[in-house]
C-alpha cells in the first residue's frame, strides 16, 4: 500500500510551515489567490519557502492559483520557488502543459456534473508526462462544504477511473473525519486548510498533528483489513 500523501493548505507564516513539518504533512500550499483569506504575497511566501528548505528540503511547496495568466505563475514561482502549481480555475490542458512546474488540477464535483462529464475531466487531465499534471485534486464545492466526502457515493465507472489515477480529495476534511475518507475512497492523498485552524489563515499545531496522526491510523487499520484499492465501501 502506499503512503498517503498530505498536504496542509493555507499556509501564511513560517511558524505555521515548521508546524506542520513537525506534525508531519508532506506539501506545504501557499495561496495567491487576493480573495482568499489565507492569500500570502509572494515576498512572504519567499521567506517561507526558504525556512522550509533549511528545515526539510524533502517538503514539496505547492502555489494555489485561480485563473491567473501562465506569466504571473511563472514570476511568483521564479521569486517564491515553488514545486507545483495548483489550479483552481477554468485552466485549460495546454495552459498546464505550458506552465514551469508541474500541476495539480482540481475537479470540482458538483451536484450538476454528470457522469460523463465527470468522466470526461478525470480523463483530460489525467496526470501524466504529457500533460504536464502530477495529481488531480477532487473537491467539493463551497456550499458543500459541511458534508462528509466519506458520504457521497460516487459511479463505478467514476472510482475506476480514479484508481488508475494520483489523485487528492479536499473539501471539509479535518482530524475527525480524514480516517474514514482514508477508508472509504482510498485516495493518493488529502488535502486540508480550515480543518486545521484556530482561526482562517493561522493554524493549529495540536490539530494539524492530530490530522496527520489520524492519516497514519487509517493507513494501519487498511493493512489490517486488506487494501481494497477501490473509492467506494
Not at 509572494?42 to 517538503?59: D, L
Not at 459541511?146 to 463505478?156: N, T
Not at 473525519?177 to 485516495?187: F, H, M, S, Y
Amino acid at each position: 500500500m502506499n503512503r498517503t500523501a498530505i498536504k496542509i493548505c493555507g499556509i501564511t507564516n513560517e511558524v505555521d510551515a515548521l508546524d506542520a513539518i513537525d506534525a508531519g504533512a508532506d506539501l506545504l500550499g501557499l495561496i495567491f489567490v487576493p480573495a482568499s483569506p489565507r492569500h500570502i504575497l509572494p515576498e512572504e511566501a519567499q521567506k517561507v519557502t526558504q525556512t522550509v528548505r533549511a528545515k526539510k528540503p524533502t517538503i514539496k511547496l505547492v502555489g494555489v492559483f485561480q485563473n491567473h495568466s501562465a506569466t504571473e505563475i511563472q514570476k511568483i514561482h521564479t521569486q517564491v520557488g515553488l514545486d507545483l502549481a495548483q489550479l483552481h480555475g477554468d485552466e485549460t490542458l495546454s495552459f498546464c502543459q505550458s506552465l514551469p512546474i508541474p500541476a495539480i488540477k482540481t475537479v470540482i464535483l458538483n451536484p450538476d456534473l454528470n457522469e460523463a462529464d465527470l468522466l470526461e475531466q478525470l480523463e483530460r487531465y489525467a496526470p501524466s508526462h504529457n500533460t504536464n499534471i502530477e495529481a488531480l485534486l477532487l473537491d467539493l464545492p463551497k456550499h458543500a462544504r459541511g458534508m462528509s466526502f466519506a458520504s457521497i457515493a460516487l459511479p463505478p465507472d467514476v472510482c475506476e477511473k480514479l484508481n488508475a489515477i494520483q489523485h487528492f480529495v479536499a473539501g471539509g476534511l479535518n482530524p475527525t473525519n480524514v480516517g474514514d475518507v482514508i477508508l472509504t475512497r482510498r485516495p493518493d492523498g488529502v488535502d486540508v486548510a480550515s480543518g486545521v485552524e484556530r482561526s482562517p489563515g493561522r493554524k493549529d499545531p495540536l490539530k494539524m498533528r492530530l490530522f496527520c496522526q489520524n492519516v497514519r491510523a487509517a493507513e494501519e487499520a487498511m493493512e489490517l483489513l486488506g487494501d481494497s484499492s477501490t473509492c467506494n465501501r
